[in-house]
């Protein structure tokens, strides 16, 4: 049967960055504890109605939020329900973000006994930029970080950065991405600053770089990260030879996934299923027995269809041309994006130009 992904979200931080509109609060031990336990009991809630049956998991990424605000003890206790509740092919990859704030040496080398890769949220190392972000690191504490990981066994590691800040320099932002180089990670996110409403950032009216200085710096990170021997299998991501991200892969493809714990989304039975934002509401709910489910959005197959070319197309391998052929619409579009050099048809492949990488949101748009 086809595999599935899994998705667990801790909604812990040290404190809100000014660009996060995530539904993330502080740490406090009560709550905490009691969200710890919830966890547990919505995995075998959702076993016990059998999500998984007869199925493999191909990835577990615990997100967040930062779970890394947990101890060592409380994550390895995750990974294990994990493992008790659903069955893991054995490649399976199972990943950890973490704030380089909440690291140490100890409680690594515990966590790397049942996970496998570990993505790191760095933003930047520009310790200017760092204390504009709120990330409470240095750039000298991001570069021990992960030297830490290093040692504690961790041979798959990602680093996410964020380019297009507030007056930017294309000097600034190689640095950055040198700094990243040089620490020789395997996998690389950049991300464009979005100023969304509700963050502190749209609060104190923070403003973007013009259009063309954000394609520039998408561009220069294109040509140095390749440069370096990083390929670029999706629109933000980049890896060494091995390393692609399984579960970045699992949304690009439309597979499904679960997702557990505080405002997670599921894709299952041609479904969209959103988990309740209330963390109060989600303890109750899972302590009484109920899968805590505040709404699901049934996905009919057109709209899968078109989902699975939208997304698809993000990847740098793009779609087989065949994925067209299921509505005339889709062919047609995509004829006139080939003229309009937005997408280029590659033997029985079509993808993305690089212009049409820089113009991505507008290519899906013209999918809808």
């Known amino acids: ?24 609060q502080g740490f406090r031990e009560g ?10 009991k919505e995995l075998a809630l959702r076993a016990l109605h059998g999500v998984g049956d007869g199925r493999e998991v191909v990835s577990l990424y615990l997100g967040g939020g930062t779970p890394t605000r947990y101890s060592a003890q409380v994550i390895t ?39 496998n890769r570990l993505s790191m949220g760095v933003q930047s190392f ?42 930017q320099s294309l000097g600034g932002w190689t640095e950055t991405l040198q700094s990243a180089i040089d620490l020789g990670p395997e996998h690389i996110s950049i991300y ?3 100023i969304e409403e509700g963050t502190l950032f749209h ?16 561009e220069l990170a294109q040509r140095v990260l390749c440069e370096a021997g990083y390929q670029q299998y999706e629109i933000s991501n980049f890896s060494k030879a091995g390393f692609t991200s399984k579960h970045n892969l699992l949304y690009w493809n439309r597979a499904e996934t679960l997702g557990i714990g505080l405002s997670a989304h599921s894709y299952l039975n041609n479904e969209h299923i959103e988990n309740t ?50 509505l005339p619409k889709h062919e047609q579009t995509a004829n006139l994006l080939i003229e309009s050099g937005l997408l280029v048809a590659e033997e029985d492949r079509i993808c993305l130009t690089p212009r049409g990488m820089l113009l991505a949101d507008q290519v899906a748009e013209a999918f809808l």
């Open 1 to 24: 049967m086809t595999p599935f992904g899994l998705y667990i979200d801790f909604p812990f931080c040290i404190a809100r960055c000014a660009f996060c509109a995530f539904n993330v």
């Open 31 to 40: 709550i905490s504890e009691r969200y710890r336990l919830a966890l547990r």
């Open 77 to 115: 206790e995750i990974v294990s329900s994990c493992h008790q509740y659903f069955r893991f092919r054995s490649d399976a990859e199972i990943t950890i973000e973490a704030h380089p704030a909440t690291m140490t040496i100890a409680a690594l080398r515990e966590i790397r006994e049942g996970v």
């Open 126 to 167: 520009s310790d200017a930029y760092l204390t504009l972000l709120g990330r409470n690191h240095t750039a000298k504490e991001a570069i021990a970080a992960f030297d830490m990981a290093r040692k504690a066994g961790f041979d798959n590691i990602g680093i996410d950065l964020i380019y297009a800040l507030p007056n």
């Open 192 to 194: 464009c600053l979005s």
């Open 203 to 218: 609060k104190r009216g923070v403003l973007l770089p013009s259009e063309e200085e954000q394609v520039a710096q998408y």
């Open 277 to 326: 934002a209330s963390i109060i509401s989600y303890c109750e709910q899972v302590e009484a027995q109920h899968i805590p489910i505040q709404r699901v959005t049934p996905v009919g197959i057109e709209e899968a269809h078109t989902d699975r070319i939208i997304f698809g197309l993000r990847k740098r391998e793009g779609i087989k041309i065949t994925d067209l052929h299921w």
